[in-house]
């Protein structure tokens, strides 16, 4: 085999992206623009692969439908994949159509940018009784995930959402709108019956820790308040502020400008007599789930959740206080986190859900780096952060792959066309870039369609989703 120097300065260096998330076109756009690319130190020649038939990752199957300035990063992203230097190869399932032998001999190096999509596990009794969700599932159904069932049971007037993050407030809000509110955003028609015909009244948020403890952020938490016929309502015993609460409202803006809002809220609902709306929206803080429950008349369907109310203990953590209190409530979606998922032949670190790596530079069993091999994104440090963190993150490891350069072990088969070749002939439908901007262009038209129908009553879809996967790759593949 010749030397990995010598056979990466005669030809482009090879490299895969696995996994068509902000994290994955971050990458290939940051490798491209390297001072060592631009400057003609080398050239560079990306494959970005993804499970789905299209591109965006969380974007498309993540961020919820009425949240358009984040679902607006694809415009971004389109730019980059549009510019023609970075080959999309969709409908590819890393493990199942090409394993890691196959990359390592058609690429120099590979990144897994994977992310995260299951929901992080809460070990507390009754979690597994119909009723219990997970709040990731819910958002890959609300934004027509392709292997996901197309029905959701919503048949609770009263829920509780567990967890005090953002996909805590996207879960609560998706339950708690009037879906004809929802109806301008890009749900698929399925989600809108779905939420149109459920009977919900009353969704409960409940945090851990207090009002100075949460982890949103001020516009989505603001923006609850935006929801038309639906009362935000807070109960004063939750405001309960420690010292480590007393010195982040002081230190952190974001805190500060949270904490307000909320006690805004709860000073307004006690003022005002106004008219009151059909459905409300509960915030409770300092509520640990202690467990779920069913009614022995309906065994094996949640029935309530028990929770223990906790105090603040000085440092901003919570401590129980013996104190147990009871919600009847017909269905219960866990919020707390969301979870990587294992890839084959790689290790893999079940606790975080994370591959491990060092600063985005795969680690192998003796936990030295895997040549050739780096991760980024959500896969690489776990599920926190905004989508802008990503890039940091991508330079990152794009800085380890480029230090690592001139030692990678070279690919057998570095032809780009080799690949294609093998995805032929195993008979795999991938999709490419041209196919997005049909099944783009296609969903686009779908919306305009909607919205000239008579019964459309003025209301514009800019987009209907395709949900099924097989027509996701009819459309693309054209
Ligand atoms: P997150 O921000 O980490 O929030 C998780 C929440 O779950 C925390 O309140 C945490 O409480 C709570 N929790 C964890 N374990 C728990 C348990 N055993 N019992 C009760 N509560 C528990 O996670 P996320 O909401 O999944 O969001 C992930 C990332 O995506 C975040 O960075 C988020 O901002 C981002 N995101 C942004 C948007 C947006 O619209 N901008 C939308 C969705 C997601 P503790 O704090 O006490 O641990």
């Known amino acids: 085999m ?80 549009d510019r023609g230097d970075i080959r999309f190869l969709g409908n590819v399932t890393y493990g199942r159509d090409l394993t890691l032998h196959d990359f390592r001999a058609f690429y120099d190096a590979v990144i897994f940018s994977t992310g995260a999509i299951k929901d992080a596990e809460l070990a507390i009794p009754g979690i597994g009784l119909e009723g219990s969700f997970g709040g990731a599932d819910f958002v890959s159904w ?40 929802l109806l301008v955003t890009e749900i698929p028609d399925n989600v809108y019956q779905a939420l149109k015909n459920s009977p919900a009244t009353d969704v409960h948020v409940f945090g ?76 409770h803080f300092l509520h640990s789930p202690v467990e779920i429950y069913d009614d022995p008349a309906h065994p094996g369907k949640v029935a309530g959740i028990k929770f223990e109310r906790m105090q603040l203990d000085g440092t901003g953590n919570a401590k129980g206080t013996g104190e147990f209190l009871d919600y009847p409530v017909q269905a219960v979606y866990r919020a707390i986190g969301y979870h990587g998922s294992p890839l084959d032949e790689l290790e893999y ?64 088969n570095p032809d780009p066309r080799a690949i294609i070749d093998l995805l032929e002939e195993r008979g795999i439908e991938y999709t490419t870039w041209d196919g997005w901007i049909k099944l783009d262009a296609h969903e686009l038209a779908l919306g305009e369609e909607w919205s000239a129908a008579e019964d459309a009553n003025g209301i514009v879809r800019e987009r209907v989703k395709v949900v099924p996967r097989e027509d996701m790759i009819e459309i693309s593949r054209g």
């Open 142 to 181: 609300y934004d027509g995930h392709p292997d996901v069932g197309r029905d959701w049971p919503l048949e609770a007037k009263e829920i509780a959402v567990i967890g005090n993050g953002n996909v805590a407030l996207d879960v609560a809000r998706m339950l708690v709108k009037h879906a004809d509110e």
């Open 349 to 412: 670190d079940a606790k975080r859900g994370v591959i491990p790596n060092e600063g985005g530079r795969v680690l192998d069993a003796e936990g030295n780096p895997f040549p050739g091999i780096y991760a980024t994104g959500w896969i690489k440090r776990g599920p926190v952060g905004l989508i802008g963190h990503t890039k940091g993150d991508a330079l990152e490891t794009i800085g380890f792959l480029l230090e690592d350069r001139l030692t990678l072990p070279p690919a057998q």
């Open 208 to 283: 851990r820790r207090g009002p100075a403890q949460v982890k949103f952020t001020p516009l989505e938490l603001r923006e609850l308040s935006h929801a038309k016929d639906v009362d935000i309502v807070l109960y004063p015993e939750d405001f309960e502020f420690d010292e480590a609460s007393d010195e982040a409202i002081r230190t952190n803006n974001q805190i500060r400008t949270m904490v307000n809002t909320l006690t805004n809220w709860l000073v307004e609902e006690h003022a005002e007599a106004e008219e009151p709306s059909s459905r409300r929206l509960h915030l």
């Open 2 to 81: 010749s030397n990995s120097a010598e056979t990466t300065s005669k030809r482009p260096l090879r490299v895969a992206i696995v996994g068509a998330g902000p994290a994955g076109v971050y990458a290939a756009d940051i490798l491209t623009k390297s001072n060592e690319v631009r400057d003609g130190d080398f050239e560079v020649s990306i494959d970005l692969f993804e499970a789905y038939p299209a591109p965006y990752g969380l974007i498309r199957y993540g961020v919820a439908p009425d949240h358009p300035r984040i679902k607006g990063i694809v415009n971004a992203l389109h730019k980059v994949l």
